[in-house]
């Protein structure tokens, strides 16, 4: 009789277990990454890019190309001088000059939405009437695609080819900006430098899955 029960136990016991499904380890999905900004400014009563301006509008270019098929958002601004309805109109003009310098650097008109406001959205609050000229600007969004979950390894192993192979001074600081860009997870930026390195350099990339 109590080898019966033993036996009955065992076996309770084995269902049980069996019945037990491992719970999947859920981790939480990680944040999108932050999006690429950058600004310009104008003059007064000006859709003039400056050099300045054109040079933040080259940066603008060569981020969104890092960045994939990505729509590009140019929110124009006025400052609190003039009338709502000019300062809305001027906004959606100076939206434009951005947009037309990017097309030039070969970002899709397609790609990029252009948007007025006007005197809403101050970076300086002041009153009405006021010439502010940090008010008199665009601002340049360029969203940041996920990365997909093998990239930082892919990342990690194409740093760890670049370290067997003799390195070429003009190249070091290239390749050591490329790895902090991966460090800090970005690694669209980061990846076609490494590859061009290890392709210049006639090293075979790692696979990438």
């Not at 491992?22 to 981790?27: I, L, R, V, W």
Request: charged share 20%; proline share 9%.
């Amino acid at each position: 009789m109590f080898k019966k029960l033993i036996a009955v136990c065992a076996a309770a016991f084995l269902m049980a277990a069996c019945d037990e499904t491992p719970q999947a380890s859920m981790q939480p999905p990680p944040p999108p990454p932050a999006p690429k900004t950058f600004m310009v400014f104008f003059d007064w009563d000006s859709i003039k890019l400056s050099d300045q301006a054109l040079r933040t509008l080259t940066q603008a270019g060569d981020a969104y190309k890092t960045s994939g098929n990505v729509q590009v958002t140019v929110t124009g601004h006025t400052d609190t001088s003039g009338s709502p309805q000019y300062n809305m109109a001027l906004s959606l003009r100076r939206a434009n000059a951005v947009k037309d310098v990017l097309v030039r650097q070969g970002v899709p008109a397609t790609a990029i939405t252009t948007v007025g406001r006007g005197e809403q959205g101050l970076l300086v609050p002041t009153g009405d009437g006021v010439r502010e000229p940090q008010n008199r600007r665009a601002e340049i969004v360029i969203p940041q695609p996920a990365a997909s979950p093998n990239d930082a390894a892919y990342c990690a192993a194409l740093s760890a080819k670049y370290r067997t192979i003799d390195r070429a001074n003009e190249v070091q600081a290239a390749a050591a900006d490329a790895m902090n860009k991966c460090a800090q997870g970005d690694y669209a930026a980061g990846i076609p430098v490494l590859e061009k390195i290890l392709i210049d350099g006639k090293v075979p990339l790692p696979p990438r899955t």
